[in-house]
């Protein structure tokens, strides 16, 4: 059975940092692309970053591109999200997924994917 456990989440004012992680049991994670999702009410879940099974080659949406680090450890089953400079924009609940071919990751639709996790709430706020 599949499992993705997001944790890390938490209030934070502008301009801080948050690592969030996601802990995945259920496959073998070393063969998967990973990606970090995240969603706001009234939003579709949009794709963030992204990082192939090897962990080289990585994918960010423009809005994170120097802020976000997405990160891997293949021994740990874990996939990162280094958050850094956060703005009130990126207040959302944030979700990993898995998918064995990195296009398809990359443009999938939230409904594409069998199932989720119970996500990690991420405000920023003074």
């Known amino acids: 059975q599949v499992q993705l456990v997001e944790s890390g989440g938490g209030l934070v004012q502008p301009g801080g940092s948050l690592r969030l992680s996601c802990v995945v049991s259920?496959?073998?994670?070393?063969?998967?692309?990973m990606g970090w999702y995240r969603q706001t009410p009234g939003k579709e879940r949009e794709l963030v970053a992204a990082?192939?099974?090897?962990?080289?080659?990585?994918s960010y949406i423009g809005s994170v591109k120097g802020r976000f680090t997405i990160s891997r450890d293949n021994a740990k089953n874990t996939v990162y999200l280094q958050m850094n400079s956060l703005k009130p924009e990126d207040t959302a609940v944030y979700y990993c997924?898995?998918?064995?071919?990195?296009?398809?990751?990359?443009?999938?639709?939230?409904?594409?994917?069998?199932?989720w996790g119970q996500g990690t709430q991420v405000t920023v706020s003074s």
């Open positions: 997924n898995r998918d064995s071919n990195w296009w398809h990751l990359l443009t999938a639709r939230p409904a594409d994917f069998a199932s």
């Open positions: 259920g496959f073998t994670f070393s063969s998967y692309d």
């Open positions: 990082i192939r099974a090897a962990g080289r080659t990585t």
